[in-house]
T-cell receptor, first 115, second 113 residues
Framework: KAGVTQTPRYLIKTRGQQVTLSCSPISGHRSVSWYQQTPGQGLQFLFEYFSETQRNKGNFPGRFSGRQFSNSRSEMNVSTLELGDSALYLC??????????????FGPGTRLLVL | SQKIEQNSEALNIQEGKTATLTCNYT??????LQWYRQDPGRGPVFLLLIRENEKEKRKERLKVTFDTTLKQSLFHITASQPADSATYLC????????????FGSGTRLQVQP
């Protein structure tokens, strides 16, 4: 069974631009969660999608948004990029809602650098 | 405010010894706790889950304890090997319908040959 895939793996953008990251979950998994990981803040929860609906949301500004498609693939978008958005963005998939004691399977991440 | 604390300093131990990592939390009532391993440049990999009504869980050389009175989980790796060198993250879950996992900042383990 193929694991969670994320594209692109690396990205360089400049301040003010926007970016879209993609995540393909493990086949059969309906939940996709997104996390931001930085050396200073660690792994922080962005949002979770399940059956095309956002089910949970972390404490991030509205510049961070996401969506999920009918095939469970998910995208997240960051608009008006700031230097502080430089981070490793990880997505994780699970069969059911992540909060329901489901094991989450993480992708390799997309490393975003904002200049 | 809610806080999850893991030793920020790296833990260095000799091969063959038992590594013990700590996860402390405040202002949480977790329904369960998970431990993940993360290697540089990779996403975390799930290791173990322990529920609030369980005291201890084992899997091969790994053992996790969960003390809801002390608000602490201990993660043990027995007979450690250099291949166990990685960052270990604890994550708290508050149950269905709640926000997804909240992660600690992780502890880096270095096992010396």
């Amino acid at each position: 069974k193929a694991g969670v895939t994320q594209t692109p793996r690396y990205l360089i953008k400049t301040r003010g631009q926007q970016v879209t990251l993609s995540c393909s979950p493990i086949s059969g998994h309906r939940s996709v969660s997104w996390y931001q990981q930085t050396p200073g803040q660690g792994l922080q929860f962005l949002f979770e999608y399940f059956s095309e609906t956002q089910r949970n949301k972390g404490n991030f500004p509205g510049r961070f948004s996401g969506r999920q498609f009918s095939n469970s693939r998910s995208e997240m978008n960051v608009s008006t990029l700031e230097l502080g958005d430089s981070a490793l963005y990880l997505c994780a998939s699970s069969r059911g809602l992540a909060g329901a004691q489901e094991t989450q399977y993480f992708g390799p991440g997309t490393r975003l650098l904002v200049l | 405010s809610q806080k999850i604390e893991q030793n920020s300093e790296a833990l260095n131990i000799q091969e063959g010894k038992t590594a013990t990592l700590t996860c402390n939390y405040t202002n949480y009532s977790p329904a369960y706790l998970q431990w993940y391993r993360q290697d540089p440049g990779r996403g975390p990999v799930f290791l173990l889950l322990i529920r609030e009504n369980e005291k201890e869980k084992r899997k091969e050389r790994l053992k996790v304890t969960f003390d809801t009175t002390l608000k602490q989980s201990l993660f043990h790796i027995t007979a450690s090997q250099p291949a166990d060198s990685a960052t270990y993250l604890c994550a708290l879950g508050q149950g269905a319908g709640r926000r997804a996992l909240t992660f600690g900042s992780g502890t880096r383990l270095q096992v010396q040959p």
